[in-house]
Structure formats: structure tokens, C-alpha cells
């Protein structure tokens, strides 16, 4: 059997979309939320004859081993992994790049050939399978590329704390893919020379981490939807943010070279409830525990912004991806038909595809001119209720049965009312005054994207 897919790469030439898949991080960024792979050796080797990748594919709960050989590498022109082992009979994957008449862009194609591990039944499963793999890899790869061409090449060093949790384990391979070189802060024992390992609790950071980096990406915390909140977890909320962020801030002003900027992440929560007001970066703080934990986190980065680094607060909406977060809580109820809003659904709240993020990200540390607080979400807030139809119209389900506001507080507590009760109706003036174009800004195209239902395959804005 044969699958093949063309997409067209408006502006990028053979050699800069093959430069792309040969980057540390392209490999990651190729592989759909929703497939159970994981990518185990391989992902940072060049793209050359010989090499090998090693992955891990889930199917239910079997753990398939994946192990493919690079072909036919032509630099510039095409390259082709054949499966050594693994779940196939055959499989041959073939990636070309051909310049388009007139030059400055390619198509791009993918050419599958395979030879199902079962009865050739399963051809029409697989083909759609891949269809829909394959549709979700063009349009990142399209994106990604097209950032190159807004932002420039990169190979500054950047980094990341947080790069195990939902945000930071897409970054990290986004920004690599973009050519920059990454450095990890992890808590555990460091297992390349681009991990630094750092302790907030005990004030541990080694200053080398830091040094002559082009920007710092703060994203480290403890999670707030990680169980009904009491006054420990309230404490260990409050705490991982701010001594994580005070340790940072510290060490950048006490270096003679520091990154230019330091990105924090916070939260619209600093908001608090305020039902159908228009907020924007210039509107005050609100009240309540997320407001204040927003507010000390962000004020905890002070002696960075005192030693001369720009820094920026991204008041992140709700990030949407399939990978964790809110997005994959509700996917089941919601293919069930069992979905819907919650309360009475008028609460907004803002939102974000993880994809239009790390754009952000990328957005904030190329311009100098942003600095202060930055609310990371889409051009329009949403309601529950406009959510709950949007997310059952692209999955083809009903969505009626609305979780009542009485039975979610006596379930979780403050943390219901605080997560899922509270509004916030959020306008992200200054990312939009600075030129920053959506990929992803309209709800129903977005969780299309996110959930492998759109149909088209290339971005040309």
C-alpha cells in the first residue's frame, strides 16, 4: 500500500526545509500529541546515511518497538527511513523537497509505502491514520518554517526551566528545531552537558547556567489542578513559584554577562474573578489566592528588572494542547458525548493553542521593545458555553450535560471555584500592538488542529 501527501512551503527553499528536519528537536516536533511514541535514541543524529532512530509506539497497552535506517540522503533534495524493526511487515517513508518554478519555495512530500502487520483489513484504518498524521506534520512544519523566515535563522542559547511539564517539553524541541541551542534546568542528576541541575528549595543554581545566554525561559512551577487545595498544597503552590523565581532573578543581576531577557511565565488568574469585564495588560490586579500568588510571583523577579534585564510576565490563558492540561481532561467525556459546560457556562476565560504559544515565547525574547506584563492568549476569550459547542462541533458529539457550579465546589473546592467558576475575559492589547500573528486564533479551527481534524496542510500568512 501507498500513502503520499503534498503540501506547498510558500517562501522556503529545498535546502532550509531540509536544514529543518535535520535539527535536534524537528523529529519531536513531527510527532502528533495524540500518537503514543516516544522517541527513545536518534533525534538529535544529523540526518545522514546510516543513521538510525529508535522509538517507542503505544498501542493500547502494548509498548512496540520502532527502530528505522536513514537512505538515501540527499542534502537539499530528499531522504528516506526504512523501518529495521517494528510493527510493519514493510515500511519505507520517503521525504522530498522540490523547488517550485521560479524559486523561493518547494513542495514537500511525504511517500509512504507499507505492509500491514494484519490482514490487509486494516489498509483503510492505517491510510487514514496516516492521512491525519500526516495533514497535523505538514501544517507544524509549515509553521515552524515560516517562523524561520519572520524571525531569522537562530543559534543563540536559551534557557528553560520547567522543560519536562506541558509548555516546556514543546519548547524545548521548537526552539532546537529553530537552531538555537537549549540549556535545561533540572532538579535531578544532569545527563548532558545542556542540563544544569538547580534547587530552588535550597537556593542551588549554578551561575553558569545562566551566563552569556541570549534569554532565560521561566516556566517552572508546581501544578495548580493537582488535587483539591488545603493549606499545604495552597503553600507549595505559592512557594515553588516564588523561590524558583527569586533564585533566577538573583543570580542573573550578579552576572557580568547576562541573558537580555528573562520570560516568566504567571498566569490571567492574577485577574481574579471579574465576570464580563474587559481586561487588557493595564487593568488592575484582582483578589483571591491565584491573584496573589500572580502577583508575588511576578513581583519576585524584581532584581532582575533592577540590574538592567528586560522582563516579561506572560499571563498565560489556558494553554490547549492534547499532550496534558485541560484540552486532554475533557477529550474523553467529550468523544462520549458526555461533555459540556460548566456551572451555568457564562464564565470566560482565555485561551491558547500550544503551537500560537511557543510562537509567543519566540515573539517575546526577538523583540526588545516588549517588556512588563504580557497576557499569552487568543484575540477573543471564550465562554464555557461557546467552548463546550466548539470542542463538541469539531469531535461530531452533543454537549449538554453541564456540570453543576454547586456539585464542582463541593467535588474541589476553592480550586473549582478558582479554575473552573472564575471569569476572566482577557484582550491580549500588547502582543497584538507589537505585530504578532495568530496561527491559531479562532477556537473552532484551533482545537481542529489540535485534535487532527483539520483537513488543510499548509499556513501561507
Known sequence: MEYRLQSLLQGVSPEAAFAWHARPGALERLIPPWQKVRLLEGGTTALAQGARLHLQAGLGPLRLDWLAELSGVEPGHSFTDTQVRGPFRRWVHEHVF?????????????????????????????????????????????????????????????????????????????????????????????????????????????????????????????????????ERRKRGILESRVRGTELIARNLARLDNPPRVLVCASAVGFYGDRGEEVLDEDSPGGTGFLAGVCAAWEAACAPAAEAGVRVVFLRLGMVLSQSGGALRAMLPAFRLGLGGPLGRGEQYFGWIAIDDLLRVIRHVVAHNELSGPLIAAAPEATTSAQFSRALAGVLQRPAFLAAPAPLLRAALGEMGSALLLSSQRVCPSRLLQSGFRYRYPDLGRALGHLTGRLSETHILT
Open 98 to 230: 522540490t523547488a517550485v518554478e521560479g524559486g523561493g519555495s518547494c513542495v514537500l512530500t511525504d511517500r509512504v509505502e507499507w505492509e500491514p502487520p494484519l490482514p490487509r483489513l486494516t489498509d483503510r484504518f492505517i491510510a487514514n491514520r496516516l492521512d491525519r498524521a500526516f495533514r497535523w506534520r505538514h501544517r507544524v512544519t509549515a509553521s515552524d518554517l515560516r517562523d524561520s523566515l519572520d524571525y531569522g535563522e537562530c543559534d543563540s542559547e536559551i534557557v528553560v526551566s520547567g522543560g519536562s511539564g506541558l509548555i516546556g517539553s514543546a519548547l524545548v524541541p521548537y526552539l532546537r528545531a529553530a537552531g538555537h541551542r537549549v540549556r535545561s534546568l533540572v532538579r535531578r542528576e544532569p545527563d548532558s552537558g545542556d542540563e544544569f541541575r538547580w534547587q530552588p528549595e535550597s537556593g542551588r543554581l549554578d551561575p553558569a547556567a545562566l551566563e552569556g545566554a541570549q534569554a532565560v525561559v521561566h516556566l517552572a512551577g508546581e501544578s495548580i489542578a493537582g488535587g483539591r487545595w488545603n
